[in-house]
């Protein structure tokens, strides 16, 4: 008997909508019964971003904000060092999620192989780990290999944005 192996899912592009996605689907797989991890890499503990009460609104879903901002912006106030060791913490637990868990959303970790937070190599490694559960990549710049192994790739395409014309991102449709 062979084990049935999760699907993998990559929201990527410069367009908004790729976290938004990836929690799309989170609320798809708790509303059919299927339990949900959401590991964030760039999102700190402190933001007070909407997604943080899902698992309050709805059974089945954690969510783990784990990173120290959004790196190399001028709002950053992390060193690097900082950054890659909250990457690699992201990525041992979602590595420990992959036995509690039917859906694995891995927010913005396309970003963080990237900035090179984490090593391509150790999100493939995952990847290969995951045995039945789903994969949800989100991110800017996919990387190649991913892009390769995923089952489904969608890549957000920016045609017009609020904040081109200044306007702020707005809680509850942005964050």
């Not at 909508?17 to 797989?29: I, P």
Request: charged share 35%.
């Amino acid at each position: 008997m062979s084990i049935k192996k999760g699907l993998v899912y990559v929201f990527t592009g410069d367009g908004k909508g790729k976290t938004s996605a990836g929690l799309g689907v989170a609320v798809r797989a708790v509303c059919n019964e299927m339990k949900v991890g959401i590991v964030q890499w760039y999102k700190e503990k402190e933001w007070l971003v909407s997604e943080y009460k899902l698992g309050e609104k709805l059974k089945g879903v954690e969510i783990y904000p784990m990173g120290k901002g959004f790196y190399n912006l001028p709002t950053d106030k992390a060193t690097k060092e900082e950054h890659v060791k909250a990457g690699q913490k992201a990525l041992k637990k979602a590595e420990s999620l992959l036995k509690e868990v039917d859906v694995l959303v891995l927010d913005e970790i396309n970003n963080a192989i990237k900035d090179e937070l984490v090593g391509v190599e150790k999100v493939m490694r995952l990847i290969k780990k995951r045995g039945g559960v789903h994969l949800i990549l989100t991110g800017r710049d996919a990387n190649k290999q991913i892009v390769e192994i995923a089952d489904l790739v969608t890549e957000m395409k920016k045609v017009k944005h609020p904040f081109d014309k200044g306007k702020k991102a707005v809680k509850g449709l942005d964050f």
